[in-house]
């Protein structure tokens, strides 16, 4: 069921990623092309091309992929912070610290969703599931987007439903690292199948950049430039 979510999650990011681009692309050929006279046919017929939705959807599309690709940047450890401090920890007060901000961050998620869904379903939600059931009711229909003319209750539902699910991710981590003492992370120069030399995995782990979890301590004799661990061997 987890792999299926997972999936689902990455299907959808690159989706928009991709389709988002795609219409950007054929919006500006469209724009440039019908500014040339000396095209003839063609520039009449790109005059004839009504793309004044484009930009319109493309905002949609890209705040979409930025709520879903948060809930992804949880779940692989892409997330950014500065925890110089908490690195420094011994094991049991980092793990408290690591917890504590995981959590946290599920609350502000989930605060972030239970409002984004309050908005939602008086933005005209109510209304759409009211009239699909049959319900007599007396609610606004809500407003709706300039350029597409949809409901922008479904636009907004990218609140509730990405912070529902970052949230959920930041419980999954959570419950993974109490299990495990490990936390999920991301190396953006890793290449797949290729085989890296060990100092430069325990650089991009140890960067100050994302929390080192309890399995993630420097060994003796190891790190970056040998030795310590701490930038080289005493002599």
């Not at 692989?76 to 007060?93: A, C, F, S, W, Y």
């Not at 991301?186 to 290729?194: F, P, Q």
């Amino acid at each position: 069921m987890m792999k299926i979510l997972d999936h689902l999650e990455e299907w959808l990011i690159t989706f928009l990623m991709g389709a988002a681009t795609a219409i950007i692309f054929v919006a500006v050929v469209h724009r440039y092309l019908s500014g040339y006279a000396w095209l003839g046919p063609v520039q009449d017929f790109m005059l004839t091309l009504n793309l004044g939705w484009a930009q319109e959807l493309c905002i949609i599309m890209f705040v979409w992929m930025a709520k879903f690709g948060a809930a992804y940047g949880v779940r692989t450890g892409i997330h950014v912070g500065v925890d110089v401090l908490i690195n420094r920890l011994e094991k049991g007060p980092r793990g408290k610290f690591i917890i504590f901000g995981l959590l946290a961050g599920a609350l502000f998620t989930g605060v972030v969703g239970t409002l984004g869904w309050r908005f939602v379903w008086e933005n005209g939600m109510h209304h759409a599931v009211f009239t699909l059931l049959g319900i007599a009711t007396d609610t606004p229909e809500g407003p709706i987007t300039p350029d597409l003319e949809w409901p922008t209750w479904i636009v907004y539902s990218a609140v509730p439903l990405g912070s529902y699910l970052m949230c959920f991710r930041f419980l999954q981590v959570t419950w993974s690292f109490t299990r495990s003492g490990e936390l999920p992370h991301h190396d953006v120069g890793h290449v797949e199948g290729v085989e890296e030399p060990e100092d430069i995995t325990f650089a991009t782990r140890h960067d100050d950049l994302h929390p080192r979890d309890l399995v993630d301590d420097v060994p003796e004799g190891k790190g970056p430039k040998g030795g310590n661990g701490k930038g080289g061997e005493r002599k």
